[in-house]
């Protein structure tokens, strides 16, 4: 009897491949294959085309999210680059988190959206896939998925929007849109002028084009090995973009070929590498916790103190907004990651595994020679000398606290004043612009319950906007205390991510107007002065109720997260066991 072109197993025995991997359960493997192949061949597939090694292409395009507004290109240049290399793309949607439209706040759904990417992985056929994401939570959530389906994957990052000219002088989004707003806040600008700046903040589609989160994200999946080089940079629109996704396409079939899986990638040294990065980009503080969140789906537990030490002698040399004064793009033109890890060679494992095959070292060696910039700074002249985030400690946070210290004003790093709380946003927004409100510069901000489950969703509402009668005597600054985030194009002396946080009975929770909180950056310390006992006489009186729902992924959400120094992930999503800790002591 002659071979059946329906038998479920390769040519030669082994696992199965394309078509004939993950077959739906009919109870009969060789119906499945025969059912799968007539109904993909109505798309006008032949026997030749599915033969070769499927590459699925995960599609994020969607009308709310802009910064993917390139979709419907990359894919096709990725498509491109699969053919060429002899492989078969198949596109496939997931939902797609567009920053500024999801309510209540994108974090909310970026686990929604990893678990989504994990089982469309693991429930189609296919040998590789390319992740095209660029908005912020988006990368973060395919990285979690891929890591937790475990196949070859390689990440395409759409790409930062260009800058736009508002009167004369270059803007961006999106730390300029605060800049602004803050500026029509203190009655600096008017009507008329806050409107015409809206028409330029954002220039073409594609990511903020500053170091904020998506940015951050697009450099730390670069430097984790996740992409081809070069691929963080390009911005959306340019012809290099294009280029990037082409090759994107031609790699995952050689990864393919290779059953190079992601765990060889995703490796301990790799996130290292990624920390390192991070500290030298004067990255977003929500890189901490998606870094956090898909070394978690490895088994890895970040060290947040070793990060810190590691802080210590990682300078910040990359001359953007929010710490410096530049554009992606401009990163873009200076070499890009390229440059910056050379710059950082010393400090990297070079021996990492990358998705070509090939290691950092190798790739670093093959890549064009240096040139004269200013936009990437040496070692020995950064912008700044420590890592843009240091790791806060203190009976406030007995969890830890982060601050982007090289956004924050110096004067205000080494800093004691009167607390001024807020219980929630619904109180922030009632009182935040009164003239009665009992404020002066010299006090501290603290606004509670924006957690992980406080809000929920741990919201970017950490960057407290300055009380309107300040903003209005030109008071530009505050110190500023949350269990929330902010966005990572935002700036100012802001203590974020206090864990644990307030909604589940942190110390947080009881702070009340008045008390005295002490800031020293230099110290590594957030403490409320505030004496233990009169802390535990407090939380008597005042019992936390943990929140909760009833139903949907609202309960899932509620029940199962974790808090932001575990990455804000669900705990069920986490294997069983830590396998290391990253970085070594």
């Known amino acids: 009897m002659s071979s059946s072109p329906f038998d479920p197993k390769k040519p030669g025995g082994g696992d199965a491949t394309g078509m004939s991997r993950g077959l739906v359960n009919y109870g009969?493997?060789?119906?499945?294959?025969?059912?799968?192949?007539?109904?993909?061949?109505?798309?006008?597939?032949?026997?030749?085309?599915?033969?070769?090694?499927?590459?699925?292409?995960?599609?994020?395009?969607?009308g709310y999210n802009p910064c993917h507004g390139n979709m419907p290109q990359l894919v096709e240049a990725v498509q491109r680059g699969v053919m060429l290399a002899g492989g078969?793309?198949?596109?496939?949607?997931?939902?797609?988190?567009?920053?500024?439209?999801?309510?209540?706040?994108?974090?909310?759904?970026?686990?929604?959206?990893?678990?989504?990417?994990?089982?469309m992985l693991r429930a189609q056929p296919?040998?590789?896939?390319?992740?095209?994401?660029?908005?912020?939570?988006?990368?973060?959530?395919?990285?979690?998925?891929?890591?937790?389906?475990?196949l070859p994957a390689i990440q395409l990052i759409t790409g930062s929007m260009l800058t736009g000219s508002h009167r004369g002088e270059t803007v961006g989004a999106c730390t300029d849109c605060r800049r602004f707003w803050g500026k029509y806040r203190a009655d600096e600008i008017d009507a008329t002028e806050i409107a015409d700046v809206n028409n330029q903040l954002v220039a073409s589609v594609g990511t903020c084009s500053v170091m904020g989160t998506a940015s951050t994200m697009a450099c730390i999946a670069e430097a984790l090995g996740m992409t081809v080089p070069g691929g963080a940079a390009p911005p959306a629109v340019t012809s290099a973009r294009m280029r990037v996704a082409e090759e994107t396409g031609t790699v995952a079939v050689q990864m393919a070929k290779a059953r190079l899986t992601i765990d060889k990638v995703l490796t301990a040294r790799a996130f290292e590498n990624a920390m390192r990065v991070l500290l030298a980009i004067g990255g977003s503080t929500n890189g901490i916790v998606h870094l956090t969140a898909i070394?978690?789906?490895?088994?890895?537990?970040?060290?947040?103190?070793?990060?810190?030490?590691?802080?210590?002698?990682?300078?910040?040399?990359?001359?953007?907004?929010?710490?410096?004064?530049?554009?992606m793009e401009h990163f873009h033109a200076a070499g890009g990651m390229t440059t910056l890890l050379r710059e950082l060679k010393p400090l990297l494992h070079l021996d990492a595994l990358t998705v070509t095959g090939r290691t950092l070292g190798e790739e670093l060696e093959r890549a064009a020679p240096p040139f004269s910039q200013d936009v990437i700074r040496s070692r020995d002249n950064p912008i700044y000398p420590q890592g843009g985030i240091a790791v806060l400690e203190g009976n406030l946070a007995p969890g830890g606290a982060i601050i982007k210290q090289s956004a924050a004003d110096p004067k205000l790093m080494e800093h004691e004043g009167r607390a001024v709380v807020f219980e929630g946003l619904a109180d922030l927004a009632a009182r935040i612009d009164s003239d009665d409100l009992d404020v002066n510069a010299d006090d501290i901000l603290v606004l509670k319950n924006i957690g992980p489950k406080g809000a929920p969703g741990m919201p970017e509402a950490g960057y407290i906007p300055l009380p309107r009668k300040l903003a209005r005597q030109g008071v530009k600054d505050m110190v500023r205390i949350s269990d929330g985030r902010m966005s990572g194009t935002a700036f100012g002396t802001i203590v974020l991510h206090v864990t644990p946080e307030s909604a589940i009975g942190g110390p947080l929770g009881y702070v009340r107007t008045g008390d005295r909180i002490r800031l020293s950056v230099s110290q590594r310390e957030i403490s409320l002065l505030v004496s233990a006992e009169e802390l535990a006489r407090r939380a008597k009186e005042s019992p936390v109720t943990v929140p909760s729902a009833d139903r949907g992924y609202r309960k899932l959400f509620l029940d199962t997260v974790t808090q932001a120094d575990q990455g804000v992930d669900f705990d069920f999503l986490r294997p069983p066991q830590t396998v290391d800790r990253v970085p070594k002591a």
Not at 45 to 54: E, G, M, S, W
Not at 90 to 107: D, L, Y
Not at 131 to 140: A, E, N
């Open 88 to 119: 078969l793309p198949v596109k496939f949607p997931t939902i797609s988190i567009g920053e500024s439209f999801a309510q209540p706040t994108s974090m909310y759904l970026r686990n929604l959206m990893s678990m989504d990417t994990e089982e």
């Open 126 to 150: 296919m040998d590789a896939v390319v992740l095209i994401g660029g908005c912020d939570k988006t990368v973060p959530a395919q990285l979690m998925g891929a890591a937790s389906a475990g």
């Open 28 to 62: 009969d493997a060789g119906f499945s294959l025969f059912l799968r192949k007539a109904f993909i061949k109505g798309a006008g597939l032949t026997d030749h085309a599915l033969d070769r090694p499927v590459i699925g292409i995960a599609d994020t395009g969607s």
């Open 295 to 327: 070394a978690g789906r490895m088994g890895f537990e970040i060290d947040l103190k070793a990060l810190d030490r590691m802080g210590r002698e990682t300078p910040v040399l990359v001359d953007l907004k929010p710490s410096g004064q530049h554009y």
